[in-house]
């Protein structure tokens, strides 16, 4: 393979595989933030507080 | 009798002879050991690692010691933990028992800062390429713009060892340098109305579980989308579920205290231990500082230019300020973020949001390296 289209391989698969990668855990860390919210943590301190 | 005598003292006097005869090398390496050891110590640049590189690469740089021969003292710290790449990987295990995602979690996008931070490594790859390296050897390289030690000495060692030296300590003096590094970018490619930008104060709105269930959610996506980076991201995500699990307190405080200290001081004696004069001292080292420099000044244009198009995206709620701490040298760019802001506005407190951009960089720096070794894969070269 030709060291540019390596190159240039690398830098588009590269650097859209890392931005896809990393947009894909952005979306399950706002799921994980949906299903487990704090506000039911919260909720049950203050039940076994009361 | 007396030619024992002068057969011994000629023993001695080996070491000197040599020095003198063909040493040339050795005496410019002890005099880059001392400046090494001037920084960690007087300047404290990174002292737990400029100062057992320096004291290493003081030792190998002593003529006819053998200390890098078989059986050395320093070979024997190579092959234990760099050569099979245990000692980044153990590293990164205490990294991820420092780190708290907690700022990243609050405002997840920030993960996207940890994208662009990453631009410069594959400029960087361009830049190797047409300096005529080798793919894998450029591939190494490049990998400096992680801004990240660790990830660094993972991958050349594996794929370039013979440039481990001067890769690594590229790596970490520049991570040591991003405070004079990023600055004048940041202010070149910002206008004043936007480094005076407040962001809105971080709700706290993690749940535990949340944090709880990250690293493994982490590990389980990278490991099948880049699977040939799996060892970088498992090693810090388990010990960020050590710190996050909360039931192994000993452990998590033994990966980043002890091991972590144990570890970067073998780590440190053994990179020392390959900047031999004679191996070290070549037109490549002095390309690779020079790529190491354009790639971490990269990784700062992307991430302040990616930091204003969401500024203009979200009608001005970001700094684009943020986007400089899009890189791995963590807390390092985070608190150069937050002292730019302070220094046009007192009163802007950008350091959390920093801090998630710049945990963003930290995951970002070892999902680039994952992608392009599992790139390397599929291409059929490594």
Redesign the interface.
């Known amino acids: 393979?030709d060291?540019?289209d390596?190159?240039?391989?690398?830098?588009i698969?590269?650097?859209g595989?890392?931005?896809?990668?990393?947009?894909?855990?952005?979306l399950?860390?706002?799921l994980?933030?949906k299903v487990?919210?704090?506000a039911?943590?919260a909720a049950n301190s203050d039940k076994s507080t009361s | 009798m007396i030619e024992s005598i002068l057969l011994g003292l000629s023993g001695m006097g080996a070491g000197v002879t040599y020095l003198f005869s063909q040493g040339g090398p050795n005496v410019i390496m002890l005099a880059i050991a001392a400046i090494l050891l001037y920084l960690g110590v007087k300047k404290e640049v990174e002292p737990l690692l400029l100062v057992p590189i320096g004291f290493g690469c003081l030792l190998v740089n002593i003529p006819l010691s053998d200390l890098m021969e078989q059986g050395g003292l320093l070979k024997l710290l190579y092959d234990m933990g760099i050569a099979n790449e245990l000692f980044p990987l153990l590293i990164f295990v205490g990294i991820g028992a420092m780190i708290d995602f907690g700022p990243l979690l609050e405002n997840p996008k920030l993960l996207l800062f940890g994208a662009a931070g990453q631009f410069g490594i594959f400029l960087t790859l361009l830049l190797a390429l047409a300096l005529g390296f080798p793919a894998l050897e450029a591939v190494s390289i490049a990998v400096i713009g992680a801004c990240d030690g660790p990830t660094a000495i993972y991958v050349a060692s594996q794929y370039a060892p013979q440039l481990l030296a001067p890769i690594s300590v590229a790596a970490y003096s520049y991570m040591a340098l991003v405070p004079i590094i990023q600055p004048p970018i940041m202010r070149a490619l910002t206008t004043p109305a936007e480094r005076v930008i407040k962001m809105a104060a971080i709700k706290r709105s993690v749940s535990p579980t949340t944090k709880l269930l990250f690293p493994i959610v982490v590990t389980l996506v990278t490991g099948l989308l880049a699977p040939k980076g799996l060892p970088l991201m498992g090693t810090i995500m388990f010990g960020n579920f050590m710190r996050e699990c909360g039931v192994v307190a000993r452990l998590s405080k033994s990966a980043e205290n002890e091991i972590a200290n144990i570890v970067t001081l073998f780590l440190g004696l053994a990179i020392g231990g390959t900047m031999e004069g004679h191996a070290f001292l070549k037109p490549a080292t002095l390309a690779i500082f020079g790529m190491g420099f354009v790639a971490i000044c990269m990784d700062t244009v992307a991430g302040v230019l990616f930091g204003k198009l969401v500024c203009k995206l979200t009608g001005g709620k970001v700094n684009p300020l943020i986007g400089a701490a899009g890189i791995s040298a963590f807390p390092m760019a985070a608190r150069v973020v937050q002292v730019q802001g302070q220094l046009y506005d007192k009163k802007n407190h950008l350091l959390m949001h920093a801090a998630g951009a710049n945990t963003g960089g930290q995951v970002g720096s070892v999902v680039a390296a994952a992608v392009m070794l599992s790139v390397l894969k599929g291409m059929g070269l490594i």
């Open positions: 393979m060291k540019w390596f190159g240039f391989t690398m830098m698969v590269g650097m595989g890392t931005f896809v990668t990393l947009y894909v855990m952005t399950i860390m706002e994980l933030k487990f919210p704090l039911e943590k």
